[in-house]
């Protein structure tokens, strides 16, 4: 069970190597962690933050999901570090990539959504813990540890959404809608056009056209309007920043 701003013991899997674990002459070998973050200005804040100690080292930094998977099949970072707003692929897309590659890796999403949708759908597709950007700066050193050892991590103010509104939980898992279609709906939720995700998601616009007809046949919207009150009671926030 996983405490309010603390950590639990994650289920099932073993952890990967952890801090500490290895040793070279007497000193402690840093948690390695891939950065990943589409504004370069924000991955040096938190990479300075992160380093901040000495236990842990951020050995790449990637700004999309393509490069992020790259660096991550060539450096084996301990852990992954993910926003989900990235240019194109999604963050949890390309962490479902990364899992399906190898199921042991520790991904924890980093991100600006303080939505319980968010969260749940980062932990349903297989992230070990979820940390929001206003969360206080030890936080996200404090979850890169619990995570590296194998536990969940939480930030409080996330965790207390999730307890208080499971209701949005259930819809989520009643939507029907699939991984594709929920970032469309993220997208559309912004104002962006169907060509505009086209662009952002590498996907054909008559795709795209597609995916927008059957979330709307899911969700029960024969409108934008309706569609845009329904993504709202489902936690999608127009006004939350990429």
Request: aromatic share 4%.
């Amino acid at each position: 069970m996983t405490k309010t701003g603390h950590s639990a013991p994650g289920g099932g899997s073993s952890a990967p190597a952890t801090a500490g674990a290895d040793r070279r002459g007497g000193a402690q070998v840093p948690v390695s962690v891939l950065l990943v973050d589409d504004h370069a200005v924000v991955r040096e804040g938190y990479k300075r933050l992160l380093e901040k100690r000495g236990d842990i080292a951020v050995t790449g930094e990637a700004a999309n999901a393509t490069d992020a998977y790259d660096l991550f099949c060539k450096l084996a970072p301990q852990v992954v570090v993910m926003d989900i707003a990235l240019p194109g692929v999604s963050g949890i897309d390309a962490m479902r990539r990364m899992l399906a590659r190898e199921p042991q890796t520790r991904v924890l999403i980093f991100s600006m959504y303080e939505d319980a949708i968010y969260a749940n759908r980062s932990l349903r597709a297989g992230a070990c813990g979820y940390v929001t950007k206003a969360s206080a700066p030890n936080v996200l050193v404090e979850a890169v540890h619990a995570v590296t050892h194998g536990k969940r991590y939480i930030s409080a103010d996330i965790a207390q959404k999730l307890a208080l509104r499971n209701v949005v939980a259930d819809a989520e898992a009643n939507d029907g809608l699939s991984a594709r279609e929920f970032e469309v709906l993220r997208l559309l939720v912004q104002g962006l056009s169907v060509r505009d995700i086209a662009q952002s998601m590498g996907l054909n616009p008559k795709t795209v056209a597609n995916h927008q007809s059957a979330i709307k046949q899911k969700l029960g919207a024969d409108t934008a309007v309706q569609l845009l009150r329904i993504a709202e009671s489902l936690g999608l926030d127009p006004e939350k920043p990429t």
